[in-house]
Protein backbone atom coordinates (compact mmCIF):
# COMPACT_ATOMS: atom_id res chain seq x y z
CA UNK A 1 0.00 0.00 0.00
CA UNK A 2 0.92 3.29 -1.08
CA UNK A 3 2.07 5.90 2.05
CA UNK A 4 -0.07 9.19 1.90
CA UNK A 5 1.70 12.35 1.56
CA UNK A 6 1.92 14.35 4.31
CA UNK A 7 0.39 17.37 2.96
CA UNK A 8 -2.65 15.41 1.63
CA UNK A 9 -5.84 17.17 2.33
CA UNK A 10 -8.36 14.25 4.43
CA UNK A 11 -11.79 14.88 2.59
CA UNK A 12 -15.24 14.03 3.65
CA UNK A 13 -17.39 12.75 0.87
CA UNK A 14 -21.19 12.08 0.80
CA UNK A 15 -23.78 9.82 -1.13
CA UNK A 16 -27.26 10.47 -1.19
CA UNK A 17 -30.52 10.02 -2.79
CA UNK A 18 -33.78 7.69 -2.82
CA UNK A 19 -34.77 3.76 -1.84
CA UNK A 20 -32.68 1.64 -4.04
CA UNK A 21 -30.08 4.16 -6.33
CA UNK A 22 -27.05 1.81 -4.83
CA UNK A 23 -25.97 4.68 -2.62
CA UNK A 24 -24.34 1.64 -0.05
CA UNK A 25 -22.72 -0.48 -2.91
CA UNK A 26 -20.63 2.93 -4.21
CA UNK A 27 -19.20 3.60 -0.52
CA UNK A 28 -18.24 0.42 -0.32
CA UNK A 29 -16.58 0.33 -3.61
CA UNK A 30 -14.87 4.16 -3.10
CA UNK A 31 -13.43 2.94 -0.01
CA UNK A 32 -11.71 0.06 -2.12
CA UNK A 33 -10.08 2.43 -4.54
CA UNK A 34 -9.18 5.20 -1.65
CA UNK A 35 -7.53 1.92 0.37
CA UNK A 36 -5.63 1.00 -2.43
CA UNK A 37 -4.06 4.24 -3.29
CA UNK A 38 -2.96 4.39 0.62
CA UNK A 39 -5.69 6.76 1.67
CA UNK A 40 -6.57 6.19 4.93
CA UNK A 41 -10.78 6.44 4.84
CA UNK A 42 -13.45 5.39 6.79
CA UNK A 43 -17.35 4.55 5.71
CA UNK A 44 -19.92 5.28 7.88
CA UNK A 45 -23.69 5.73 7.30
CA UNK A 46 -26.81 8.08 8.94
CA UNK A 47 -28.75 8.17 10.93
CA UNK A 48 -25.64 6.06 12.35
CA UNK A 49 -22.14 5.71 13.36
CA UNK A 50 -21.54 6.02 16.22
CA UNK A 51 -23.44 3.91 19.47
CA UNK A 52 -26.11 6.90 19.93
CA UNK A 53 -26.79 7.95 16.69
CA UNK A 54 -27.07 4.00 15.62
CA UNK A 55 -29.62 3.85 18.89
CA UNK A 56 -31.37 6.67 17.31
CA UNK A 57 -31.45 4.73 14.06
CA UNK A 58 -32.93 1.71 15.72
CA UNK A 59 -35.59 4.00 17.33
CA UNK A 60 -36.36 5.00 13.95
CA UNK A 61 -36.21 2.11 12.50
CA UNK A 62 -38.65 0.27 14.66
CA UNK A 63 -41.40 2.93 13.56
CA UNK A 64 -41.23 4.35 17.75
CA UNK A 65 -41.18 8.06 15.78
CA UNK A 66 -43.93 7.67 12.99
CA UNK A 67 -46.71 9.14 15.14
CA UNK A 68 -44.16 12.31 16.24
CA UNK A 69 -44.03 13.38 13.19
CA UNK A 70 -42.00 15.03 10.81
CA UNK A 71 -41.04 17.75 12.80
CA UNK A 72 -39.51 15.32 15.60
CA UNK A 73 -38.32 12.86 13.17
CA UNK A 74 -36.24 16.14 12.40
CA UNK A 75 -34.51 16.78 15.69
CA UNK A 76 -34.11 13.03 16.38
CA UNK A 77 -32.27 13.13 13.09
CA UNK A 78 -30.06 16.09 14.03
CA UNK A 79 -29.30 14.75 17.68
CA UNK A 80 -27.83 11.46 16.20
CA UNK A 81 -25.67 13.94 13.34
CA UNK A 82 -24.62 16.24 16.21
CA UNK A 83 -23.13 13.10 18.20
CA UNK A 84 -21.79 11.38 14.09
CA UNK A 85 -19.59 14.78 13.66
CA UNK A 86 -18.28 14.85 16.68
CA UNK A 87 -17.16 11.60 17.96
CA UNK A 88 -16.82 10.04 14.50
CA UNK A 89 -16.37 12.71 11.58
CA UNK A 90 -14.81 15.43 13.24
CA UNK A 91 -11.99 13.15 15.44
CA UNK A 92 -11.46 11.40 11.66
CA UNK A 93 -10.76 14.43 9.58
CA UNK A 94 -8.37 15.93 12.01
CA UNK A 95 -6.51 12.97 11.91
CA UNK A 96 -5.94 12.47 8.16
CA UNK A 97 -8.78 10.12 7.62
CA UNK A 98 -11.14 10.49 4.60
CA UNK A 99 -14.86 9.85 5.54
CA UNK A 100 -17.54 8.46 3.18
CA UNK A 101 -20.90 8.44 4.06
CA UNK A 102 -23.72 7.00 2.82
CA UNK A 103 -26.62 9.49 3.41
CA UNK A 104 -25.59 13.05 5.89
CA UNK A 105 -28.21 16.43 5.76
CA UNK A 106 -29.19 16.18 2.84
CA UNK A 107 -31.51 13.49 3.40
CA UNK A 108 -33.06 15.63 6.31
CA UNK A 109 -33.42 18.07 3.91
CA UNK A 110 -35.46 15.64 1.28
CA UNK A 111 -37.23 13.64 3.68
CA UNK A 112 -38.34 15.85 6.48
CA UNK A 113 -38.22 18.98 4.60
CA UNK A 114 -38.70 19.16 1.18
CA UNK A 115 -40.92 16.42 1.16
CA UNK A 116 -42.22 15.98 4.88
CA UNK A 117 -43.66 19.48 5.23
CA UNK A 118 -40.94 20.83 7.59
CA UNK A 119 -40.60 24.57 8.43
CA UNK A 120 -37.14 25.51 6.19
CA UNK A 121 -36.17 27.51 9.42
CA UNK A 122 -36.22 24.87 11.80
CA UNK A 123 -34.24 22.19 9.16
CA UNK A 124 -31.71 24.77 8.70
CA UNK A 125 -31.19 25.92 12.32
CA UNK A 126 -30.85 22.05 13.25
CA UNK A 127 -28.55 21.78 10.30
CA UNK A 128 -26.61 24.33 11.58
CA UNK A 129 -26.03 22.97 15.12
CA UNK A 130 -25.82 19.39 13.90
CA UNK A 131 -22.86 20.32 11.24
CA UNK A 132 -21.05 22.10 13.70
CA UNK A 133 -19.20 23.38 11.02
CA UNK A 134 -18.54 20.33 9.18
CA UNK A 135 -19.78 20.95 5.18
CA UNK A 136 -19.24 17.52 2.97
CA UNK A 137 -16.58 18.56 0.22
CA UNK A 138 -18.21 16.78 -2.28
CA UNK A 139 -21.93 15.25 -2.41
CA UNK A 140 -22.89 12.58 -5.19
CA UNK A 141 -26.74 12.52 -5.64
CA UNK A 142 -27.25 9.25 -6.99
CA UNK A 143 -30.35 9.87 -9.37
CA UNK A 144 -33.26 7.04 -10.90
CA UNK A 145 -37.15 7.22 -11.12
CA UNK A 146 -38.34 5.41 -8.13
CA UNK A 147 -39.97 2.76 -10.21
CA UNK A 148 -36.62 2.03 -11.87
CA UNK A 149 -35.20 1.69 -8.28
CA UNK A 150 -37.54 -0.69 -6.82
CA UNK A 151 -37.50 -2.91 -9.53
CA UNK A 152 -34.14 -3.28 -8.88
CA UNK A 153 -34.05 -4.24 -5.80
CA UNK A 154 -35.43 -7.86 -3.77
CA UNK A 155 -36.97 -6.90 -0.58
CA UNK A 156 -34.12 -7.92 1.58
CA UNK A 157 -31.79 -5.49 -0.27
CA UNK A 158 -34.77 -2.86 0.40
CA UNK A 159 -35.18 -3.00 4.00
CA UNK A 160 -31.64 -2.31 3.70
CA UNK A 161 -31.50 0.79 2.04
CA UNK A 162 -34.53 2.70 4.33
CA UNK A 163 -32.16 4.08 6.41
CA UNK A 164 -34.50 7.81 7.53
CA UNK A 165 -37.24 5.72 8.95
CA UNK A 166 -37.59 2.39 8.03
CA UNK A 167 -40.51 0.91 6.76
CA UNK A 168 -43.06 4.35 6.94
CA UNK A 169 -40.86 5.35 3.83
CA UNK A 170 -41.32 2.12 2.18
CA UNK A 171 -45.23 2.44 2.31
CA UNK A 172 -45.54 5.96 1.02
CA UNK A 173 -46.81 6.02 -2.75
CA UNK A 174 -44.92 5.96 -6.23
CA UNK A 175 -46.03 9.56 -6.19
CA UNK A 176 -44.24 10.59 -2.75
CA UNK A 177 -40.75 8.66 -4.20
CA UNK A 178 -41.33 10.92 -7.20
CA UNK A 179 -41.58 14.44 -4.98
CA UNK A 180 -38.82 12.84 -2.99
CA UNK A 181 -36.33 12.30 -5.93
CA UNK A 182 -37.31 15.81 -7.21
CA UNK A 183 -35.92 17.12 -3.28
CA UNK A 184 -32.50 15.66 -3.96
CA UNK A 185 -32.38 17.08 -7.68
CA UNK A 186 -33.78 20.17 -5.77
CA UNK A 187 -31.08 20.19 -3.34
CA UNK A 188 -27.88 19.74 -5.96
CA UNK A 189 -29.04 22.75 -8.14
CA UNK A 190 -29.20 24.73 -5.27
CA UNK A 191 -25.52 24.03 -4.50
CA UNK A 192 -23.58 23.20 -7.43
CA UNK A 193 -20.43 23.91 -6.28
CA UNK A 194 -20.83 20.74 -3.65
CA UNK A 195 -23.34 18.66 -5.22
CA UNK A 196 -23.00 16.00 -7.85
CA UNK A 197 -25.90 14.20 -9.96
CA UNK A 198 -25.06 10.98 -11.45
CA UNK A 199 -27.32 8.64 -13.71
CA UNK A 200 -27.96 5.54 -10.89
CA UNK A 201 -29.91 3.49 -13.50
CA UNK A 202 -25.99 1.58 -15.29
CA UNK A 203 -24.32 -0.88 -14.17
CA UNK A 204 -22.42 -0.60 -10.47
CA UNK A 205 -18.90 -0.58 -12.08
CA UNK A 206 -20.17 2.04 -14.78
CA UNK A 207 -21.23 4.34 -12.10
CA UNK A 208 -17.95 3.60 -9.75
CA UNK A 209 -15.90 4.98 -13.01
CA UNK A 210 -17.75 8.22 -13.18
CA UNK A 211 -17.18 8.75 -9.48
CA UNK A 212 -14.06 8.42 -9.50
CA UNK A 213 -13.73 10.75 -12.41
CA UNK A 214 -15.34 13.37 -10.65
CA UNK A 215 -13.32 12.50 -7.39
CA UNK A 216 -10.11 12.83 -9.68
CA UNK A 217 -10.61 15.85 -11.73
CA UNK A 218 -11.87 17.90 -8.00
CA UNK A 219 -9.30 16.59 -5.46
CA UNK A 220 -5.76 17.44 -6.93
CA UNK A 221 -3.94 14.85 -4.38
CA UNK A 222 -5.78 12.23 -6.27
CA UNK A 223 -4.41 13.07 -9.36
CA UNK A 224 -1.27 13.67 -8.65
CA UNK A 225 -0.91 9.76 -7.83
CA UNK A 226 -1.56 9.32 -12.01
CA UNK A 227 -4.64 7.45 -10.38
CA UNK A 228 -7.15 8.68 -13.31
CA UNK A 229 -7.75 4.73 -13.97
CA UNK A 230 -7.14 2.87 -11.04
CA UNK A 231 -8.56 -0.75 -10.72
Known sequence: MLDVPAQAAAR???FE???GVGKSTQVKRLLVRLNRLGFEAVRTREP???PKAEAVRAFILQGRSE???AGAEAVLFAAARLDHVR???APSLQTGKWVISDRFHDSTRAYQGLTGGVDDRLIRGLETLALDGHQPDITF???MDPATAFARVNARELEQALVQTGDRFEKEDLEWHRRLRRAFLDIAAANPERCVVLPANQSEDNLEHE???VLVRRFPEIEAR???SAP
Do not use: K, R
Open 12 to 14: FIT
Open 17 to 19: GGE
Open 48 to 50: GGT
Open 67 to 69: SWG
Open 87 to 89: QLI
Open 141 to 143: VLD
Open 211 to 213: VWD
Open 226 to 228: GAW
